[in-house]
C-alpha cells in the first residue's frame, strides 16, 4: 500500500505500566481493554525511522496492497512444495496493508491511562540498541 496507514503500537514500557496500573484497580477485574498509543506513526513513518536508525537507505518503493496479496498468496503455495516458509504471507501483507482502528476510550475513561512514551522515539532507542549489540534485526 502507501503505507499512510496507522500501526497499531504501544510501547513496552507503557504497555507493562498498564498491566501494573490493571492490577491495581478493582474495576479492571472482568473487563476487557484494548491498548494502544493514540498517535501511531504510519507505517512509512516507523519504517523510515527503523532504517534511519539502522543507517540503512529507506526504502523508496512499495507493492499495492492487492500486488502484495496475490504475490503473497503465491508464495505461501510455492512453500508447500519447498517445505520453506514463504517470505511473505497474506496475513502480512493484510496487517501491513490495511488500517485497523481499535477503540481505546476505557484505557482512558475507565482507567486514566495515557501512553507517555512518543513511538518514533521508541522505535528509533530500540533499532540503536539492537545495532550496537550487533543484531541487525529485532
Known amino acids: ?28 477485574i472482568g473487563r476487557v481493554y484494548n491498548l494502544n498509543h493514540p498517535d501511531n506513526p504510519t507505517w512509512k513513518e516507523m519504517i523510515s525511522a527503523v532504517a534511519e536508525a ?31 516458509p514463504p517470505r511473505l504471507t497474506r496475513y ?18 475507565e482507567l486514566g491511562f495515557t501512553p507517555a512514551i512518543d513511538l518514533i522515539k521508541g522505535i528509533r532507542e530500540c533499532a540503536t540498541q539492537a545495532m550496537a549489540k550487533g543484531r541487525n534485526s529485532f
Open 1 to 28: 500500500g502507501s503505507g499512510e496507514n496507522r500501526v497499531d503500537l504501544i510501547h513496552v514500557n507503557d504497555a507493562a505500566g498498564f498491566v501494573a496500573l490493571v492490577l491495581e484497580k478493582e474495576k479492571a
Open 54 to 84: 539502522m543507517g540503512v537507505p529507506v526504502p523508496d518503493r512499495h507493492l499495492s496492497y492487492w500486488t502484495a496479496i496475490m504475490v503473497s498468496a503465491i508464495m505461501e503455495e510455492i512453500s508447500k512444495f519447498t517445505k520453506k
Open 92 to 109: 502480512a501483507a493484510r496487517v501491513v496493508g490495511r488500517e485497523y482502528i481499535y477503540v481505546t476510550d476505557r484505557m482512558t475513561s
